[in-house]
């Protein structure tokens, strides 16, 4: 299929570095894992959150749906004060919600945290990054699998992160929509064609293998939930290494 043979012109040759890997576009050196808290065992929250933190986990994703924006309800605004008592980890507030610029203020959030509001749930997109970086956080802007990359164009100075769904919205277990590695791919050389420092990151059935290829398109923060950190015959902390790993191949690295 079309989008396979894209993902294939991607793929290096194996062998590491020196091999002569060659890439399209610049490849980040950090990555990041985010898990997706929505996937995890609420009833054991904070020895959950203890777990995470020994794994070295980078950020915690917590996904807030308002049953309108998607047709689910997920997590709310006492969720996230909630983690500030419990963890210092930087949080990376997903809003999935109609009009977010007017509930921003509703959040507990500060400098270490990121905030992302969907293009496509307000017509006020600078007004809503704006209101989150009044509040002293990180703004983020979530792109549906549709949603053309032109509608960030004009607002990358505002963003310091920018999401790229590879599902729809609203529910976990999705597979992969198979056109989004490439505009994930795209994504990335437009970031680094217009000198941003903005965080390119994909949430969305990222599974270990499909880690990978997202690792190779230029993404540097990975959603993790049950496809693969939270996908059942294993442990957590062997989900954790073997996506771990699976992004580093992507990046033609070993860990």
């Known amino acids: 299929?079309?989008?396979?043979?894209?993902?294939?012109?991607?793929?290096?040759?194996?062998?590491?570095?020196?091999?002569?890997?060659?890439?399209?576009?610049?490849?980040?050196?950090?990555?990041?894992?985010?898990?997706?808290?929505?996937?995890?065992?609420?009833?054991?929250?904070?020895?959950?959150?203890?777990e995470l933190e020994e794994l070295g986990t980078d950020m915690l994703h917590v996904d807030i749906m308002d049953g309108d924006f998607v047709a689910n309800y997920c997590l709310g605004t006492e969720f996230v004060p909630l983690l500030h008592r419990i963890t210092r980890l930087p949080l990376d507030i997903h809003l999935m919600v109609q009009r977010p610029e007017q509930k921003i203020n509703y959040f507990d959030i500060g400098p270490r945290d990121y905030m992302v509001v969907h293009a496509e749930s307000t017509p006020h997109v600078q007004k809503a990054l704006a209101a989150i970086h009044a509040r002293g956080a990180r703004a983020g802007l979530a792109l549906n699998p549709a949603t053309p990359l032109e509608a960030c164009r004009w607002v990358l100075d505002d963003v310091d992160l920018l999401l790229i769904m590879t599902i729809n919205p609203g529910f976990a277990g999705q597979r992969l929509v198979a056109q989004t590695l490439e505009k994930l791919h795209?994504?990335?050389?437009?970031?680094?064609?217009?000198?941003?420092?903005?965080?390119?990151?994909?949430?969305?059935?990222?599974?270990?293998?499909?880690?990978?290829?997202?690792?190779?398109?230029?993404?540097?923060?990975?959603?993790?939930?049950?496809?693969?950190?939270?996908?059942?015959?294993?442990?957590?902390?062997?989900?954790?290494?073997?996506?771990r790993q699976a992004i580093a191949a992507g990046k033609g690295r070993t860990v």
């Not at 994909?202 to 693969?228: H, P, Q």
């Open 1 to 50: 299929m079309k989008h396979d043979n894209f993902y294939q012109s991607l793929k290096a040759p194996r062998g590491g570095a020196s091999s002569g890997i060659r890439r399209r576009v610049p490849v980040s050196i950090a990555t990041y894992l985010s898990p997706s808290l929505a996937c995890c065992p609420l009833e054991r929250l904070e020895a959950h959150v203890r």
């Open 186 to 243: 795209s994504a990335r050389a437009m970031l680094d064609a217009a000198g941003s420092a903005a965080l390119l990151e994909v949430d969305g059935n990222v599974s270990f293998e499909n880690a990978e290829k997202m690792s190779r398109c230029g993404a540097d923060v990975f959603v993790a939930g049950t496809s693969s950190l939270y996908a059942k015959g294993a442990s957590l902390a062997q989900n954790y290494e073997k996506l």
